[in-house]
Nanobody
Framework: QVQLVESGGGLVQAGESLRLACAASGLTFGAYPMGWFRQAPGKEREFVGTVDRSGNIKKDADSVKGRLTISRDNAKNTVYLQMNSLKLEDTAVYYC???????????????????WGQGIQVTVSS
């Protein structure tokens, strides 16, 4: 049974940093590109970033470029999202996801991801 469990969310002030982690089990972690998405109330799920199987190739959304960085540790079956200089508009539920094996190296569309975590709340206050 595949499980993706996010941790590290919470309430922070604007300008502060937070690191999310997503622990994976039940799958050959290193075989899957991994991604982070987020969804704010009343909005569609939004791509944040993707890292390829090796951790060497990354793709970030323009809206978070330079502030939010995805990485992975295949030895720990964990993918991370480092979030710096957080803004009010970063408030959302953050989801990690495992891409389908047949997708491109760094997919970024929701349908390209077949396994999802339950999500974790990040709230940025002023």
């Amino acid at each position: 049974q595949v499980q993706l469990v996010e941790s590290g969310g919470g309430l922070v002030q604007a300008g502060e940093s937070l690191r999310l982690a997503c622990a994976a089990s039940g799958l050959t972690f290193g075989a899957y590109p991994m991604g982070w998405f987020r969804q704010a109330p009343g909005k569609e799920r939004e791509f944040v970033g993707t890292v390829d199987r090796s951790g060497n190739i990354k793709k970030d959304a323009d809206s978070v470029k330079g502030r939010l960085t995805i990485s992975r540790d295949n030895a720990k079956n964990t993918v991370y999202l480092q979030m710096n200089s957080l803004k009010l508009e970063d408030t959302a539920v953050y989801y990690c996801a495992a891409a389908s094996l047949s997708t491109k190296i760094v997919p970024s569309d929701v349908p390209e991801f077949g396994r999802w975590g339950q999500g974790i709340q990040v709230t940025v206050s002023s």
